[in-house]
């Protein structure tokens, strides 16, 4: 644990947790986040943070909690593969809303760093946290703060050198993943989101070096010239895709290259309020709407795995959510098991974490959420979350309703 973090922990308010209680979910309908069909009316038991039993003939500990959820539907925790969260009140809100895992999508100064050990030292029940630290990207903005070895970088991070370091200096920070930029930013006025940023050279400079470290590489990307060459790069998931031809999707599904699409977000630039309210990206959302809903629709045909990210911080004024994601794919052509399988499982594998989260079997992390009807029947229910457990936690009980 680096220095700042302890410090953290030790400034922090908070006080540890609890450990885990036992809990059981009574007549429980279960969408495990990997089979075809629902199971009707079973107990999930929930022992030491992880799940212990699920099915008809589960039985719970004596000193259980219990929770009698009287017919509705449990998921898995939802995971959002794009975010930007840094503080604790938006990792609240995150968590509130039924995410039980987040990868950074950067901050500024290693809050996801931070966070990711609250929820591990028990002082936090989640979400948790896959760190990506600074963005690399050709200028580094206020994130140049962030470490004293990266003010020989404020003239830019170019050369294979300046692409290293920055790498390294996240490595010796304790991130999970790295980011880095393929095109400019959509959500800015004064930016074209399909300029290319980096060449395949660059990029391969940073996907080379972290893979020395031991971390997988995420990049930003709109337009196709800078998506294909990070593919190209050997980056682990392109965010946005916005632009992507047929030929860089063919490359992605090849490859194994997840896309992060990020809808939601689009609409937030065409909306008025939420994390963006400006004239000339309402405009910009008009065209890129639709060109997104083409993409994403060809991107599940020609066969790449594409997962739920939000892009948001979960701030005060932030709108977008998970949830909303999962409706916009089943509007994009997804059955509604898809979706749900994009938010959980398939995002879990993204993630790394395949073997642990992602899905409601006995071994996995207790991680779920209680919705009150059928997604598979109305996938709008996957909005309206009464009960999140995370790490085994109950962090959010809405049950019973009339007491």
């Known amino acids: 644990m680096t220095w700042l973090v302890a410090a953290a922990l030790a400034a922090s308010p908070l006080r540890a947790q609890d450990p885990p209680r036992s809990v059981a979910l009574l007549h429980a309908n279960v969408i495990d986040g990997v089979g075809e069909q629902p199971l009707r009316d079973v107990t999930i038991v929930l022992v030491g943070g992880r799940i212990a039993q699920v099915g008809a003939?589960?039985?719970?500990p004596a000193d259980a909690t219990i929770i009698d959820l009287g017919g509705r539907w449990v998921l898995p925790g939802l995971i959002d593969?794009?975010?930007?969260?840094?503080?604790l009140a938006a990792a609240r809100r995150a968590l509130e809303s039924g995410v039980t895992t987040v990868r950074s999508a950067s901050t500024p100064n290693f809050q996801d760093v931070g966070l990711r050990e609250l929820v591990k030292a028990g002082k936090l029940a989640g979400p948790d946290v896959l760190a990506a630290g600074v963005f690399i990207s050709p200028d580094l903005g206020e994130s140049i703060l962030a470490d004293p070895r990266l003010a020989a970088l404020a003239g830019g991070v170019n050369t294979p050198e300046e692409l290293r370091l920055v790498v390294n200096v996240n490595a010796d920070h304790g991130v999970d993943v790295i980011k880095t930029r393929g095109t400019e930013r959509a959500g800015l006025p004064n930016t074209d989101p399909r300029k290319q940023s980096y060449t395949e050279a660059q990029l391969r400079a940073i996907v080379e070096e972290a893979t020395k470290r031991g971390l997988p590489v995420l990049a930003h990307a709109h337009g196709d010239e800078g998506a294909y060459a990070a593919v190209k790069a050997g980056v682990r998931s392109i965010e946005h895709g916005t632009y992507l031809s047929d030929s860089t999707l063919r490359l992605m599904a090849r490859t194994g290259a997840f896309l992060v699409p990020t809808y939601t977000t689009l609409i937030d630039l065409r909306e008025p309020g939420g994390d963006y309210d400006d004239p000339v990206l309402h405009v910009r959302a008009l065209h890129m709407i639709p060109t997104a809903q083409?993409?994403?629709?060809?991107a599940r045909a020609l066969g790449v795995k594409v997962i739920t990210g939000v892009d948001t911080q979960y701030g005060t004024t932030s709108v977008s959510r998970?949830?909303?994601?999962i409706v916009s794919f089943t509007e994009l052509g997804f059955t509604p098991l898809e979706a749900i399988k994009a938010a959980t499982s398939l995002a879990a594998e993204c993630l790394g974490l395949g073997s642990r989260t992602g899905r409601i079997a006995t071994g996995y992390e207790a991680d779920l959420?209680?919705?009150?009807?059928?997604?598979?029947?109305?996938i709008r229910q996957v909005q309206d979350v009464t009960v999140v457990v995370s790490n085994g936690?109950?962090?959010?009980?809405?049950?019973?309703f009339g007491k």
């Open 81 to 87: 593969a794009h975010t930007h969260i840094s503080s």
């Open 57 to 60: 003939g589960a039985t719970p």
């Open 322 to 325: 998970v949830s909303h994601e």
């Open 393 to 400: 936690r109950v962090a959010l009980n809405r049950l019973p």
């Open 369 to 378: 959420v209680v919705i009150e009807g059928n997604p598979l029947e109305d």
């Open 294 to 298: 083409k993409m994403v629709r060809r």
